[in-house]
Nanobody, 122 residues
Framework: QVQLVESGGGLVQAGGSLRLSCAASGRTFSSYVMGWFRQAPGKEREFVAAINWSGSRTSYSDSVKGRFTISRDNAKNTVYLQMNSLKPEDTAVYYC???????????????WGQGTQVTVSS
């Protein structure tokens, strides 16, 4: 089992950057696929990015490809989401999640953090 805590959200102007962090508890963090998801008001939770256990494989939604970068540091039990060129439509609660297999949908993830708010002003 793994527990996840996100941080790094906040208010930023359009065009700005933020880096989200997700700290995981447990000694088996390096065995998990990690994902980032987001949920805007009135919308379903959607996939943003995923990374495999070693960092050698990553996936992104079309809406963030080229602007966001997912990475992980297994020594620190932490996964990151670097968000650049932010747009107002990126405003959402961002969640990190852990899975034992590589998925790009919410259904495949067993463990979730509490979320961190990202607000992008125009």
């Amino acid at each position: 089992q793994v527990q996840l805590v996100e941080s790094g959200g906040g208010l930023v102007q359009a065009g700005g950057s933020l880096r989200l962090s997700c700290a995981a508890s447990g000694r088996t963090f390096s065995s998990y696929v990690m994902g980032w998801f987001r949920q805007a008001p009135g919308k379903e939770r959607e996939f943003v990015a995923a990374i495999n256990w070693s960092g050698s494989r990553t996936s992104y939604s079309d809406s963030v490809k080229g602007r966001f970068t997912i990475s992980r540091d297994n020594a620190k039990n932490t996964v990151y989401l670097q968000m650049n060129s932010l747009k107002p439509e990126d405003t959402a609660v961002y969640y990190c999640a852990a899975s034992t297999r590589y998925y790009t949908t919410t259904d495949g993830y067993n463990y979730w953090g509490q979320g961190t708010q990202v607000t992008v002003s125009s």
